[in-house]
């Protein structure tokens, strides 16, 4: 699920749930933060509050490429939009 300022990612295997702040910087920019996690195996209460910065690079339909950068990645990711 997402609005324009919340992100809850669910793994319906696992059932960890994730859940982040959505901040934009502009039409194609935001950062997204870390506010909590619930049902995970193990502790990762140190990934509260850390921050990843998105660019939006292409939509084209359903699909939407974007660059991922936080303190431990650099990446481009490329998903379809499924809501």
Not at 10 to 39: A, P, R
Not at 55 to 79: C, H, P, Q, W, Y
Request: aromatic content about 8%; glycine content about 4%; hydrophobic content about 35%.
């Amino acid at each position: 699920m997402r609005t324009d300022n919340l992100q809850i990612e669910i793994n319906s295997e696992t059932g960890v749930e994730i859940y982040t702040k959505i901040e934009w910087k502009s039409d194609c920019e935001y950062v997204m933060t870390y506010e909590k996690i619930l049902n995970h195996p193990k502790d990762i209460s140190s990934v509260i509050g850390k921050k990843i910065f998105v660019e939006i690079l292409e939509t084209n339909g359903n699909k939407i490429k974007v660059r991922a950068k936080s303190d431990s990645m650099d990446e481009k990711i490329e998903f379809i939009k499924t809501e």
